[in-house]
């Protein structure tokens, strides 16, 4: 796509935080994301990466989100960096008044998006290995700073762009199950144990060869670290509709991503988080068909029935244990 030039309000906002001094620059907008407008922009500083949140969000159904979430955002990339170096973009500013955030550039050349790989097949047990290890990094190293968890209020904005088109919207659609989505979300807004990434997602992971940055921390909040697990491991799920030659791999991928995890937790009972997600997982499932923000590649009636088969039946008969999830999808899919 070629250069076009960049809105007022990025170049603004770019002068203001003294990365940029010129009045007209040249970018190209990237695609992708429903959440926000994103822009690979060239300064004379060099190549940067520029979001601004939207109020609306760009799905079929009424989606608002406060467009302050960004502000979380690169508070949870510099916490993630110090975390485990080098695994989300570097900061270079963020213009409160704007609701734009910059940060450096990841080219293509260098970092390969998860969400295509899998998708073409490659489901790397090493890669998903990385992925549990970092994730568990940045949740341990955040459970033990005191001063956390005051900065980052964003109970109300994680409730509007995550609990509510995810659990209570899918809810609306199986009534019978709202009591069990709603006891979820419950579940997820008691269990406020260290910094939630929130959209732990292939789409948000790029891999490069330092490991997995994660991208896209708009629901940055301080929650139940079993969302970020189960919201990841969903994916993994999923993809074996979209990609099914490699079922096994995927299935593969889910079950050493939530081992390496587990292992790692040292904040609360290894346990209770597994349990925590394993209930909460099968509601996210169902959610990626009858929630707001349903996943794009499932378009078939017979796979939304296979989500909605085994999503109800683990909502209605939860299990504990992540494998036993693993094996029910598993046994759907054999039929």
């Not at 695994?87 to 969400?115: R, T």
């Not at 940045?138 to 659990?167: C, G, M, V, W």
């Not at 349903?294 to 078939?300: G, K, L, M």
Request: hydrophobic share 45%.
């Amino acid at each position: 796509m070629p250069s076009q030039q960049v809105p007022t309000e990025f170049v603004r906002a770019l002068q203001e935080l003294d990365l940029s001094s010129s009045d007209i620059l040249y970018g190209t907008p990237l695609t992708g994301g429903v959440s926000s407008d994103i822009w690979r922009i060239e300064t004379e500083k060099g190549m940067i990466c520029a979001k601004r949140a939207l109020a609306k969000l760009r799905v079929a159904a009424d989606w608002q989100a406060p467009v302050e979430r960004n502000q979380y955002e690169a508070l949870w990339l510099q916490v993630a960096n110090k975390a485990s170096a080098n695994c989300a973009p570097q900061l270079l500013g963020q213009h409160p008044e704007f609701g734009v955030l910059i940060m450096n550039y990841m080219p293509p050349s260098d970092f390969h998006l998860w969400k295509k790989m899998l998708h073409d097949g490659i489901a790397a047990v090493a890669t998903a290995q990385s992925v549990g290890i970092v994730l568990s990094r940045i949740h341990s190293y955040a459970a033990k700073q005191a001063n956390l968890a005051e900065q980052f209020p964003t109970d109300d904005i994680f409730y509007q762009i995550r609990l509510e088109p995810y659990l209570v919207a899918t809810a609306s659609k199986h009534p019978d199950l709202a009591p069990v989505l709603q006891a979820l979300v419950l579940q997820t807004q008691s269990n406020v144990k260290t910094l939630v990434h929130g959209d732990v997602s292939p789409k948000n992971i790029l891999i490069g060869k330092q490991g997995p940055v994660l991208l896209d921390a708009e629901c940055a909040t301080w929650s139940d670290p079993a969302f970020d697990l189960a919201f990841c491991l969903n994916h993994l799920l999923l993809k074996c509709l979209w990609t099914p030659a490699s079922t096994s791999d995927f299935l593969k991928c889910f079950g050493v991503l939530s081992n390496t995890y587990l292992q790692a937790v040292d904040w609360e009972s290894k346990e209770a988080l597994e349990k925590r997600t394993a209930h909460l997982l099968p509601g996210l499932f169902l959610a990626r068909v009858d929630g707001k923000s349903p996943v794009e590649y499932i378009t078939d009636d017979h796979q939304r029935e296979q989500v909605r088969r085994v999503g109800r039946a683990l909502l209605l008969n939860p299990v504990d244990q992540l494998k036993q999830i693993a094996l029910a999808w598993a046994k759907e899919l054999a039929t």
